[in-house]
């Protein structure tokens, strides 16, 4: 039996036509080529038809379960978080507390805490740990409107965990609605007794677990913390070369905490994003820009890290397609809402509310390709849906600090319906 | 018939206990008085006891719809904000979009924009139209687990009008679960046609509108926005005495945008509330901690201006009770939610994860003079409690940027469950 679904009524239809090939940038980045009193007709997962209420009304058959009256509602493509670090165990609530208290952060390092404190309890954890702590964020990301996202490994520094970590990302995007995107991260730390010879770790990531990763096919993307005292540039080139070898796309996280040509390594090894970028330099941002290289910004981490944001103004004004994302992490970046990254990314980095929707929708999906299939609602493309009770995409961040998802469809089935999971 | 609740099992039961008299200063606003494995039992709206789920479970003899179990979450007093301007017309969200495009206050004054714009809209509603407008507002304070709010009028600007939204404001409150407290308003602004010559309008204020509203019992707070270009320190001083005069307490919008000697004022004028303080001085800090004036910081205002945010951690040090509040208003902080305010708190101005409870529960109370009957979970106080769905509180704001509210109990009944209104 066909599975239809109509959406009418919606006071803006938000499409993000014309950008599937190829992420908007500058001015584009304001183009949401927006419906008003819009429709939208999916069948069988997939968008058949986006027109008016009015040319759509009536056209197709469908009973009234098939269909959604989003009169006064505002209906965008499901959004797209392109960098989280999904898979973990445990929190650090503690290490929050501590901070705000004025303790450093290497005092909370030398308390046991820090990355490695997630990396051991991610090692301990079972499969089905970490599957039951994974899903239970997942259910937030989609009340959340978002329906496709990014996850790293990263959390289990050795082959075995770091195949656990892939293994449960890939077992969550079979079973959850959202879509899973995954990224092996094997570079995320130097395993605390393999300070002293990094060296020897770059191997282990380069010689036993990239061939692995890709061997079992557990990761479309090669991800690598690129800053002083994690991974050098020349090491961070030879990962992700490594990973080119075996079919494993470039990522890396750059210029977090200070300027180290994190960007213009992305540029130059052909990676299809650079994150982070706090402090990326001039010529990183005229780097990626020339190379196409879509910047992934966190402003969720600055803020809980209370540090300062990256300069998405002028990232924009350079050409560089900039995408959002929440960072969902346990340490840095703890919240699952990317409606509220797109708040910071008005009210803290200088970026328009039409700007803030490219950033989640086609931009996110060109951040992880996967911008033929999702981030805007054409014909042909998975039937991903996101509606929000505003009345204008403008409240998104007006009524800020707020989550108005009402409903969110996902391959062309309701999964959230009057801000519920159903 | 008794009607009855029982709650158990909370992993953490917030008390805030011992600071019904007097509200929390320095180290106490860290102190929450916390029951772990904690139960709570409510008879016709009151708390009876407070204890161990060991001790109540047994104890009182509940039906299963009178039992709440709270295993795993956290259980709060019922949130308060003590700062709204609830009762008003019209949104102002395309103002917001030209400030995010650089366009100045002015130009957007210029464009028929700013309080004026809402002043217009408020005088040309209906009772009905604002009623309509307001109670969704309420609905969604509920749902961020607020049990008790502050509303002012100022939006009238006539006797007329300022009357209508202080009516609007006692219907709601009688209809609506959530306590209104009342604020008359009326020197917010001085009327555009009346700018040359505002002593008028100052004398309009206390002769007209005062002694009506309080003849009238339709407010229990008289407000002034003492800032330069609105309100002088004189002229403010005249509208609070008068107030007093006719048994309304004195509150004050001080120190918002310059130092403006509000905060002294205040403290001289024996105000119960101090509120904005981005620019209070040493000396108006110091006069407020010794005359017992509560300072009501509205972080939102300011992440939403994009300016300084108020120093927090200087007065918290300095002896002065802080609360913490939405100023929910459709010009500077159009958002709903408290618990994003705590966020702000603790990330933008310094404050602890245990402050920012006390700031939004006892002393949130005090600011608006209800602390005998709400703002903590002790015998004999109203049983209003939200239940967050977190393991800690800690969680309120290390998971950033999202509601954790599952159950808000007003008045001893459940009115929101899951999420959801009920």
Chains 1, 2 share one sequence.
Request: with cysteine; glycine share 10%; proline share 4%.
């Amino acid at each position: 039996m066909t599975q239809k679904l109509l959406i009418t009524g919606a006071s803006q239809l938000i499409t993000m036509a014309g950008h599937s090939e190829k992420p908007a940038v500058k001015d584009a980045m304001s183009d949401l080529q927006i419906l008003e009193n819009g429709a939208l007709y999916m069948e069988d997962g997939r968008i058949v038809e986006v027109g008016s209420t009015e040319e759509l009304q009536g056209k197709y058959d469908v009973s009234s379960e098939e269909h959604i009256d989003a009169t006064g509602k505002v209906v965008a493509p499901g959004l797209i978080d392109p960098h989280t670090h999904l898979v973990h165990a445990g929190t650090r609530e503690n290490e929050y507390a501590m901070r705000l208290k004025g303790r450093t952060y290497m005092d909370i390092m030398e308390a046991g805490g820090g990355i490695h404190a997630t990396t051991r309890a991610t090692q301990e954890a079972s499969h089905e740990e970490l599957y039951e702590q994974s899903i239970k964020r997942l259910n937030k990301f989609l009340l959340h409107g978002v329906t496709t996202v990014e996850a790293k490994s990263g959390y289990g520094l050795t082959l075995e965990h770091e195949l656990k970590q892939l293994e449960v990302a890939q077992k969550l995007g079979n079973d959850h609605p959202i879509d899973l995107v995954s990224t092996f991260m094997g570079a995320h730390a130097i395993p605390m007794h393999e300070k002293e010879t990094p060296e020897v770790f770059v191997d282990r990531v380069i010689n036993e677990m990239i061939p692995e990763v890709a061997k079992r096919n557990l990761a479309t993307f090669n991800d690598v913390f690129c800053e002083r005292g994690v991974f050098t540039p020349d090491q961070s080139r030879r990962i992700l070369e490594a990973g080119k070898e075996h079919g494993l796309i470039p990522k890396i996280h750059a210029d977090e905490i200070e300027p180290y040509a994190g960007a213009e390594l992305a540029a130059s090894v052909g990676a299809i994003s650079a994150d982070h970028l706090l402090r990326a330099s001039e010529q990183g941002i005229k780097d990626m820009a020339e190379a196409g290289v879509v910047g992934v910004l966190l402003p969720g981490t600055a803020f809980f890290l209370m540090a300062e944001f990256a300069q998405a103004r002028k990232m924009i004004d350079a050409g560089v397609a900039v995408a959002l994302s929440t960072d969902a992490n346990p340490g840095s970046s703890p919240t699952i809402s990317l409606p509220f990254i797109m708040n910071l990314g008005c009210l803290n980095m200088g970026m328009t509310p039409e700007e803030v929707l490219t950033a989640t929708t086609i931009n996110a999906a060109h951040a992880i390709g996967c911008a033929e299939e999702a981030g805007s609602l054409e014909k042909g493309k998975k039937a991903d849906v996101t509606i929000f009770d505003i009345p204008n995409y403008l409240f998104l961040s007006y009524q800020y600090g707020m989550n108005h998802v009402d409903t969110v469809i996902k391959a062309g089935m309701p999964r959230v319906v009057g801000g519920q999971l159903v």
